[in-house]
């Protein structure tokens, strides 16, 4: 499943970041953000437009993402109440 797939304040753990070619900018920027296998993840809102951006916390620290990144990056959903 990707980020973009997870249901509103649903949390999970990055899998993978997926890279669409060699030296992948914005696959390198989301790692760097925090994006890194067995991260949790959490989806806090959608935007009001088409659902996007969407509103995503990693951690303590909080990023509004395009869907088109957020189908990048794959998750495993956390059983509900679990935590990581």
Sequence with gaps: MTLSDLPLNGSALVDSVQELHANDAIARRLQELGFVAGENVRLVARGPIGAEPLLVQVGFTRFALRIAE????????????AQA
Excluded: C, D
């Design 70 to 81: 957020a189908k990048r990056i794959q998750v495993r959903p956390l059983a509900e109440g």
